[in-house]
């Protein structure tokens, strides 16, 4: 059996987080539906430090996106940015139990923005939460 990605072990990891009740997220996509879920690989050096005996940590740079409803009424919007805070928090709590995406070597999830708007309509926006897995790979 053919072992799956690094980034859709990354996909399960996000998915079982309970504030996206049970949505599937796709990779590189936004469905056009009001509610949508996307992780997209950034571009960076993938080796963050060598040690003296040629082991590495590496990195793994994504976006977390997310397309929410948005409005002229504050509320709503606010709405948005509370999810960002509690997925925010979800991470650092789940890199306090040590619960990681199934990647071996891995050693902290962390989200290194906090979620901004990208780009807006009248109806929806996109927001973003920029992320990075580090892992230690063995020579």
């Known amino acids: 059996m053919e072992e799956k990605s690094k980034i859709e072990k990354i996909k399960k990891y996000i998915e079982s987080c309970n504030l996206l009740n049970g949505n599937k997220i796709n990779v ?3 469905k056009d539906k009001t509610i949508s879920y996307s992780i997209d690989r950034t571009p960076s050096n993938p080796v963050v430090a060598t040690d003296i005996l040629g082991g590495k940590i590496k990195q793994i740079t994504f976006d ?7 409005s002229s009424r504050a509320i709503e919007n606010l709405v ?3 999810f ?3 997925f925010m928090e979800w991470i650092e709590i789940q890199n306090k ?3 990681y995406p199934e990647i071996k070597g891995m050693q902290e999830v962390s989200c ?5 708007i990208l780009q807006k309509t009248d109806t929806t926006a996109v927001y973003i939460i920029q992320m990075k897995c580090e892992y230690y ?3």
């Open 64 to 70: 977390f996106v997310v397309q929410a409803p948005l």
């Open 28 to 30: 590189d996509y936004l």
């Open 97 to 99: 139990n040590r619960i």
């Open 84 to 86: 960002c805070e509690d």
């Open 137 to 139: 790979e063995k020579f």
């Open 80 to 82: 948005n940015s509370k």
């Open 112 to 116: 290194t923005s906090p979620g901004y």
